[in-house]
């Protein structure tokens, strides 16, 4: 009786699996609703039944039957069903999770109904390489540093420390390198900072970390010094300080010029050509700005440069790995903080 | 008949250099220790001058858009430095030492202030420079946002720092 009537009623397409291995539980459940609900059904299946089965007798029993097989099958499609859901699901999930972790890499949200604008793009693609070599140039940082820390603790030779340390010094050039060319491409963008955790952004200054601040914060662990050592180091703090001042000041002169460049004329019913006169004169500013950051970042790559010269080649050793771990506290504290419990 | 092979100098007269642009400049330049051209708009020569009143010097300064001339000066100075933008252009002692970034980095590596001591400058420093004065110097100003400024005895021109001691 089995198999050979199911095969009849065109149910070869379903799965060996589901006839064998679910039959059973399924139409114990389905049973108890075809009673309810589908007696209808299982008349048709009991008329035609009769007509090819008229030995096995018994009406109930063979309606009982058909009713299961009804039931087994209705069962089977749903299953069937709920199979390709799941499946065209994890399909879905594989392509989210890859959006989500190529947005991630480079930093930037996906807006839904994100604009067609090409400029946006353009900006944003100066944007994303940065944010994409920072993280590669941050991979190669750690690798110098642990290979110049595993030096400096076995106690090598000078003359082989010095090739390590100056790695990290070419290294250092290299990102001031790549943030100069994103600063042309984006410059607001490297304004923000974005590409540094949140701990270290709150110590940005343009674009940047602060040259007297990383100074300060060698102090006391450069020591010992000689005297014209430490002369060096005031100097360097001092002057370091005092360029920083003076940019900042020139950056306070160039957002107030820029916020009266946007002020003209609100009054006024002005006409196109001096709101567009206004706005070419607003893009010449961020020119400036460019030119801004640029020094900014001119003076970080200077001070770090002279440090290393006033040091000698253990000294700058100890002192590139006290600003890196420093920086890996900074970024530590970002993600404690960001993996904090929130109520 | 051959031509005068006499330089054009002898058509020269004392009053043609006046109008060279140049020439103002290397002139107003050698006037004062520290002259900044500028103009009276741009932010990057108020960081400058910023730079130089921080150290407590007084910079003579020209704004080339209220200046004689101004337009070619400008240009003049575009093609002594060869960069795009004209200004600002710091002049020492008479000697140029460049735009934002050359100035910058001299001051950094420690030869901007020799330079302005030269030049005649009085750079106002606070305390001496001796080994204990500078350690204490430095604790004392490890916590403080706004440095005194160190002082000197006497200041050599360029540092020396291959003598080490110990270290």
Redesign the interface.
Known sequence: MGKGHFENWGESAIADNSQQTDTSTDIDTDDKNQFNSGQHGGQIVVDSMEGSMGKIGDPKILRRLAQNREAARKSRLRKKAYVQQLESSRIKLTHLEQELKRARQQGMFIAAGASGDHNSVVGGNGALAFDMDYSRWLDDHQRLINDLRSAVNTQIPDNELRILVEAVMSHYDEIFRLKSIATKSDVFHMLSGMWKTPAERCFLWIGGFRSSEILKMLGNHLEPLTDQQLMGICNLQQSSQQAEDALSQGMEALQQSLVDTLSVGFTSSGNVGDYMGQMAIAMGKITTLENFLHQADLLRQQTLQQLHRILTTRQSARAFLVISDYMSRLRALSSLWLARPKD | MHYQTQSWSTYLTPTTTLNDPLHRIERLASENAVVIFSLS?C??C???K??FC??GVNPTVYELDHEPLGKEMEKALMRLLGTG?PVPVVFVGGKLVGA??RV??S????T??PLLKEAGEDIEEEED???LN??A??IKY?GVSS?P??K?KCCPNV???S?????
């Open positions: 708009g932010c990057m108020h960081a400058i910023r730079l921080g150290m933008s934002m970034d910058m980095g001051h950094i590596n420690g901007l202030v420079f001796d080994g500078v350690l110097y430095l490890n440095l400024r160190p000197a540092i020396d720092y003598t080490k001691n110990n270290e």
